[in-house]
């Protein structure tokens, strides 16, 4: 077995961050101990916390942290104060978009992974979600929002640049058409193609890029078409690649035909260190009240062991775990409902401290 020696920057960040990075940290350490890899980890602020401690959303110390560490695991940031203000100079999310842009993370992965448990979650018809597995490929660190932004003089025009270069495209593309290599090769490209310039390089560039990749299947859709279809038919989607702006929305409807926030992760790459969290914030009407479920940090690990590690098995293993654990009827709040045994309705450490030991049984039983 290939043992491995890692560095890993937790930043839990505001809210229920820290209740649920805990526990997808956890994971990486039970994991690293079981099959003999050496992890080491750091901690850093971000946010509110860092904002309270430093002045700085994200200080010079954490960013120092993050470049040193080989992956990260992110919690989420974000205050009730700074939400009914919109005016407050200094923000939490400020720490998220320059870490991003720091590191240079320009895709973000979102893999859309149903559980047939909880399928009845779902705002639409189990036998429509039924077999979904779709990997979102997020362009973000381009679009319109980074392009040019305008107010006249007057303040009555604005205006806000949708802007993409040949390079920006061809990066993420192949990024995307890898993935969709290990998978069902099949590939989505989604834009604006029939109104949009920027959108016509989009196409021209991703179908430069299929070229290169013969075996995958790819095909070109509209943004408005896509929205439809995702709902209509989900499985007809495997990977998806998208401009930064179509992908915020595409990706947040995706997330509902998921059910719940509290079970899905991402991973935001580039070419070098990962970023992985939760795609949920950091829900101050639960945080401290042990409601949060840790599912999202913990399947986020199983992203990063994937991703940046390189670690297909133990990254499978956490997602077997998580399967088994809703097979046998445990939930928390979030994703419970009125046929869930009220005894198996688990706090966010119950839930973490269950997931830990499914996966030691898992190891020895093998
Ligand atoms: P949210 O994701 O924090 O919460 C939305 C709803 O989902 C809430 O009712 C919350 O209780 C529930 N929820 C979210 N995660 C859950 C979990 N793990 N377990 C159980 N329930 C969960 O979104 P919001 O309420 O719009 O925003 C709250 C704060 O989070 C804001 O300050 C916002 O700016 C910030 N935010 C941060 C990020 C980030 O750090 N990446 C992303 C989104 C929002």
């Not at 595409?250 to 998921?258: H, M, N, P, R, Y």
């Amino acid at each position: 077995m290939h043992k491995m020696k890692k560095n890993i920057l937790v930043i839990p960040g505001d809210g229920i961050g820290p209740e649920v990075t805990t526990w997808g940290k956890a994971v990486l350490e039970k994991v690293a101990s079981l099959f003999g890899h050496e992890f080491t980890f750091q901690e850093a602020l971000m946010g509110h916390v860092a904002i309270e401690a430093t002045g700085d959303p994200l200080p010079a110390e954490t960013l120092e942290k993050a470049k040193e560490s080989d992956a990260i695991l992110f919690g989420a940031v974000g205050h009730a104060k700074y939400d009914n203000d919109p005016t407050a100079k200094v923000r939490p999310e400020q720490g998220l978009l320059k870490i991003r842009k720091e590191l240079g993370l320009y895709a973000n992965l979102r893999p859309i992974l149903l559980f047939d448990e909880l399928l009845n979650a779902s705002s639409i018809k189990p036998s429509i979600l039924k077999g979904t597995d779709i990997l979102f490929f997020r362009e973000l660190t381009g679009d319109v929002y980074f392009g040019e932004k305008n107010r006249s003089a007057d303040g009555n025009t604005a205006s806000d640049l949708m802007i993409y270069q040949r390079y920006e495209i061809e990066r993420i593309a192949h990024k995307a058409f890898q993935a969709a290599m290990t998978r069902s090769k099949r590939l989505c490209s989604v834009d604006k193609a029939n109104v949009l310039e920027s959108s016509r390089l989009w196409r021209e560039t991703v179908q430069e890029i299929a070229k290169q990749y013969p075996e995958v299947h790819t095909e070109h859709m509209f943004i408005d078409n896509a929205a439809m279809q995702l709902i209509k038919d989900p499985k007809r989607f495997d990977v998806v690649l998208t401009a930064n702006l179509f992908g915020d929305i595409l990706t947040d409807e995706a997330s509902q035909i998921a059910g719940s926030m509290g079970m899905l992760a991402s991973a935001s790459i580039g070419d070098g260190i990962g970023f992985y969290e939760p795609i949920h914030g950091s829900a101050h009407d639960i945080a401290g009240k042990d409601l949060a479920n840790p599912l999202a940090s913990i399947l986020s690990a199983s992203l990063m062991l994937d991703i940046s590690f390189g670690l297909k098995t133990e990254a499978e293993l956490i997602i077997t775990v998580v399967k088994q654990v809703l097979a046998e009827g445990f939930r928390t709040n979030d994703i419970a409902d009125e046929s869930t045994n009220p005894y198996q309705v688990l706090g966010s450490k119950e839930m973490g401290k269950l997931i830990l030991k499914f996966i030691d049984q898992q190891v020895y039983s093998h």
